[in-house]
């Protein structure tokens, strides 16, 4: 089976304190493996978009380990967790997040436009993007013209102008009709399924969670079940080995060990991240 991309161990996501505090993940130790597609479900509140989150480095665990290709993200400096945030991971959020004065074309580039990619490189890069997501001929509409499953379309083409290898879908049919939804997830699994993108879906859309490899069933801040499908049981990754393989120390270097970022230059990532969570209330 391949190499694990993610792995946590004993991980704890605490919020507030005194009489307020409230243990969202109670020690999550799990591996998502390259190439995997992982369903986050279980009921409101028991803390799945806590654990995205924490994956997806846009917070900080209160204990344990989150490692990417082996190595502790909490050895890197904010700026290289930044880029690498920015470099391998991408996002597709239910409530798209698009900057709604600005073209579809604008949105998609902007991650290129924060890491200093050239503007016609910029464009040309962008149409493409778009082109492989049968939006090109909506490039100069404003984002705010859209409709809902096209605005989700430009929020993976977004997701993929950096050409991450992990994908986290937060909820990304949660706005859209069924038939719409089906198209976004048929998109999501086709890429998966022809460029091996890793993909980590929060749900409660049981129809989407079955199409992953892999469902982690979430309650009260503990993974309570980890279900693979048939797939994956016959390549020897039976249920359990996650929380068996979870306990090896997690340590070394691998492909995706953090940029160089000895210069210090503010991270690209999280202006990405600021990019992304540009409302489209807010624009
Ligand atoms: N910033 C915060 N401060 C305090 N409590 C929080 C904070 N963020 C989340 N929580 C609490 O942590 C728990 C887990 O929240 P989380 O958003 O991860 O759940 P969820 O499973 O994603 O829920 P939903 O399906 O409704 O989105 C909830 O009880 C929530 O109220």
Do not use: W
């Not at 509140?45 to 502790?72: F, I, N, Q």
């Not at 959020?93 to 004065?101: D, R």
């Not at 492909?255 to 000895?262: D, F, L, M, N, S």
């Amino acid at each position: 089976m391949s190499a694990p991309v993610l792995e946590t161990e004993n991980l704890v996501k605490v919020y507030g304190r005194g009489e307020s505090r409230f243990d969202a993940l109670k020690g999550l130790t799990f591996e998502i493996h390259e190439g995997e597609s992982v369903a986050i479900v279980g009921k409101s509140g028991s803390g799945k978009s806590t654990l995205m989150h924490l994956l997806a480095l846009l917070d900080e665990p209160t204990s344990g380990v989150v490692a990417m290709d082996g190595r502790p993200v909490s050895q890197l400096k904010p700026a290289q967790v930044s880029a690498l945030r920015n470099d391998t991971f991408g996002f597709v959020f239910q409530q798209f997040f698009l900057n709604a004065n600005q073209t579809v074309l604008e949105n998609v580039i902007l991650p290129l436009k924060i890491a200093g990619v050239s503007a016609s490189e910029r464009k040309r890069r962008g149409m493409e993007v778009l082109e492989q997501l049968e939006m090109a001929d909506k490039a100069k509409n404003k984002a705010n013209d859209l409709s809902g499953g096209q605005k989700q379309r430009v929020c993976i083409a977004r997701a993929l102008i950096n050409q991450p290898t992990v994908l986290f879908a937060d909820e990304p049919t949660g706005n859209l009709d069924t038939a719409t939804g089906e198209v976004v997830e048929d998109i999501l699994f086709g890429l998966h399924r022809d460029r091996g993108i890793t993909l980590v879906v929060v749900t409660h859309d049981d129809d989407l969670a079955s199409r992953c490899d892999r469902r982690l069933l979430m309650q009260d801040g503990l993974i309570v079940a980890d279900d693979r499908g048939e797939a994956a049981k016959a390549a020897g990754a039976g249920v359990g080995q996650a929380s068996r393989e979870g306990s090896r120390q997690v340590g070394g270097h691998g492909k995706h060990a953090a940029p160089a970022t000895a210069d210090g230059q503010p991270a690209s990532g999280q202006d990405t991240e600021t990019g992304t969570k540009t409302g489209e209330g807010q624009a």
